[in-house]
Nanobody, 119 residues
Framework: QVQLVESGGGLVQAGGSLRLSCAAS????????MGWYRQAPGKQRELVAS???????NYADSVKGRFTISRDNAKNTVSLQMNSLNPEVTAVYYC?????????????WGQGTQVTVSS
């Protein structure tokens, strides 16, 4: 079983910054990729950013240049630095990990952390 625990969400004014963090724990052999998704009210969950174990990153076009994803492979953690925030990014942010465990490779999700940007 793999657990993902997120932290760092909250309320911030437009133009501000937030840093989200996520730690994976459990019987993990390796983590192929970690990332952040978000889901706003009435919308589908969408990819924000992802990073592989080798450090390759992928960003949604809407966050390029403002958000930075980073990862500590030794600690099984991933972070998302979010700058120049605007109200359009308000959503629940979910940590995601593709992990190899004894039974195979699976996708795991955190419980989500709320990010609210006020105008």
């Amino acid at each position: 079983q793999v657990q993902l625990v997120e932290s760092g969400g909250g309320l911030v004014q437009a133009g501000g910054s937030l840093r989200l963090s996520c730690a994976a724990s459990g019987s993990i052999f390796s983590i192929k990729a970690m990332g952040w998704y978000r889901q706003a009210p009435g919308k589908q969950r969408e990819l924000v950013a992802s990073i592989t174990s080798g450090g390759s990153t992928n960003y949604a076009d809407s966050v390029k240049g403002r958000f930075t994803i980073s990862r500590d492979n030794a600690k099984n953690t991933v972070s998302l630095q979010m700058n120049s925030l605007n109200p359009e990014v308000t959503a629940v942010y979910y940590c995601n990990a593709i992990a190899v465990v004894v039974a195979g490779m699976y996708t795991y999700w955190g419980q989500g952390t709320q990010v609210t940007v006020s105008s």
